[in-house]
């Protein structure tokens, strides 16, 4: 009996009018509607700048850095297809033009193309279709979806365009769907959405060879059937392929939304698969656990960043999915660690919070003002999560102020501290370069019984992602713990403290990993949900004695 080869189909999605739309949004809900019928999914970001990856890359103007499990530092879209898809992608899976362009000038370099002369077609579009398809491969996936960043219309994406123009036309018809992500305005002067916009976009886009066939309308406000018949008629798509997406309370409810138009019956049709009505009633409830909450807390997030929310959105995010699960509304106040340098009495504002959080970073700037607001949570019980560089400086608030070590800090911070209590890994001593050399990816974490560490986790061992140089001096370990600190969590062979707490505080954690890469809308990371369950309790034993004072 005669079985068709079953090829491995590919959806595309590009951006049209304006950068920072939602594509990322967008395409993790097309991978959750191919999840919901059941196929293997997995996805490629293209990111057209010239970097190598972001890790280099200043949060306050890209956003935040995620970092895959296999340590490498990517776009902060990564951590919105991990969280909405529950995935574990690779690095290899963001192709940026750093990477093309350094492996076709190596290869021209050592003569592999035998004397050719080196041209973006077909040299660097070959390179790109092999990245592509070596993910594809490795990865098994039946659909593989590829997000290509940036604008339709800027000259450094023109041959990822060209690249996947010629894939499209390699897989054959049924097994290549693209679609366009462009931006709908709404002037206020107007009242009405304007369609100009998309329709030149698409037009640059059909002119290099790319028709999509479905369009995503991103607004304000959702785009009405007028509006969308007329993008479809001078677009060139079928009228029930235009799709409009509003901004959203919860994000996660993207899916819903575009199903609920009909996006997850048409891509069966569009691909040829058969076809098979999207279960999504599970995501769904995941879903309605973001909008009923029986109360609400505000926690404190002391940052140098923090005039830009997306500079730690897997944090923001983490504790949104903790608060879902305690039914409680998570709000997040961005407060600027240099205020309490400024003012040392504003440092009191911190107890109207619930929690105080501390995220990674790097650099001098805001650390005395960090410091102040982890003294003042622990000398007060207020919850208190230290991510990374926020545990480093909790070591370093302990080692001066409980130990008794004056002048303790970070040699990141001052080279000339009397009590280095936090300094940097020997093998990074004499570590040049700057991209892709910390200490990157999942590492084992040995967790000690008895402790509020294995209460949370449950297991002695646990597997996090890290992003960081320094770590806690093991010359420092004894003096610190003699004092009263416990460090809970070590690598497996016990050199690097991963895990700090205090037991006889309501919940003061650090942890030198960055355990919001592993949180899930309905499966929070432990310390996320310890955080939060602590803020909770907190919030109300503070309205018990307001009710009886």
């Known amino acids: 009996m005669y079985m068709p080869i079953k090829k491995t189909k590919y959806v595309v999605i590009t951006g049209g009018v304006m950068s920072g739309i939602g594509k990322g949004i967008v395409t993790a809900s097309i991978g959750k509607i191919l999840q919901s019928l059941n196929k293997k999914v997995t996805i490629i970001k293209i990111d057209p700048y010239l970097n190598w990856d972001a890790g280099t890359m200043n949060p306050f103007q890209h956003g935040e850095v995620f970092v895959t499990i296999d340590g490498v530092e990517l776009d902060c879209d990564f951590g919105h297809y991990e969280r909405m898809l529950d995935l574990q992608l690779l690095g290899n899976q963001n192709i940026t033009t750093g990477q093309v362009y350094y492996e076709v000038i190596s290869k021209e370099r050592r003569g592999d193309f035998l004397g050719q002369t080196v041209q973006i077609i077909p040299h660097i579009t070959d390179e790109i279709k092999r990245r592509i398809n070596l993910v594809a491969k490795r990865s098994g996936a039946e659909v593989v979806i590829i997000e290509v960043g940036g604008t339709v219309g800027d000259i450094e994406g023109l041959p990822f365009l060209e690249a996947v123009r010629q894939l499209s036309l390699e897989v054959g018809r049924y097994n290549c769907l693209f679609v366009h992500v462009t931006f709908v305005p709404f002037p206020t002067h107007l009242r009405e959405p304007k369609t100009k916009p998309t329709q030149h976009s698409v037009k640059e886009l059909r002119s290099i060879g790319i028709d999509p066939s479905f369009i995503v309308c991103r607004s304000e406000n959702p785009v009405g059937k007028g509006p969308r018949r007329k993008i479809a008629l001078f677009c060139n798509v079928e009228e029930r392929a235009v799709f409009t997406l509003p901004d959203l309370d919860v994000v996660y409810e993207a899916p819903l939304v575009l199903d609920g138009q009909g996006l997850g019956q048409m891509i069966p049709e569009y691909l040829d698969f058969e076809e098979k009505k999207p279960e999504l009633l599970e995501w769904k409830e995941t879903v309605d656990s973001f909008k009923n909450f029986e109360g609400e807390i505000t926690i404190g997030m002391i940052g140098k960043y923090a005039e830009l ?4 959105i897997s944090i923001n995010e983490s504790l ?4 879902a699960v305690l039914k409680r509304r998570v709000n997040i106040d961005w407060v600027n660690s240099e205020d309490f340098e400024k003012d040392p009495y504003a440092i009191e504002r911190l107890g109207k919070y619930a929690g105080i959080l501390i995220p990674g970073g790097f650099g001098a700037r805001g650390t005395e003002g960090k410091i102040l607001a982890i003294k003042f949570a622990r000398e007060n019980n207020v919850p208190f999560l230290g991510i990374c560089f926020g545990m480093q400086l909790a070591t370093v608030e302990f080692a001066r102020n409980m130990a ?14 009397p009590h280095p209590v936090i300094c940097i890994l020997p093998e990074q001593v004499n570590v040049k370069n700057k991209g892709g050399t910390m ?10 019984p008895g402790t509020k560490a ?12 890290h992003r960081h140089r320094f770590e806690v001096n093991p010359e420092y370990i004894q003096i610190l713990e003699k004092n009263g600190l416990v460090f809970s969590g070590r690598s497996e062979d016990g050199r690097l403290m991963e895990i700090l707490e205090l037991p006889n505080h309501p919940f003061f954690f650090g942890t030198q990993f960055h355990p919001e890469f592993d949180s899930r809308p309905a499966k929070p990371e432990p310390a996320y949900l310890g955080f939060i369950k602590a803020a909770v309790e907190r919030e109300l034993k503070t309205k018990i004695i307001e009710a009886t004072s």
Do not use: M
Request: without cysteine; charged residues 30%; positive net charge.
């Open 404 to 417: 008794g070590l004056e002048g303790a800090n970070s040699t990141e911070l001052d080279q000339k501290s």
């Open 309 to 312: 929310a997306d500079s730690y």
């Open 439 to 448: 200490r990157l990816g999942g590492y084992t974490a040995v967790i000690t």
């Open 454 to 465: 294995y209460e949370l986790y449950k297991t002695e061992k646990i597997v996090r992602r």
């Open 320 to 323: 949104k999915h903790a608060g």
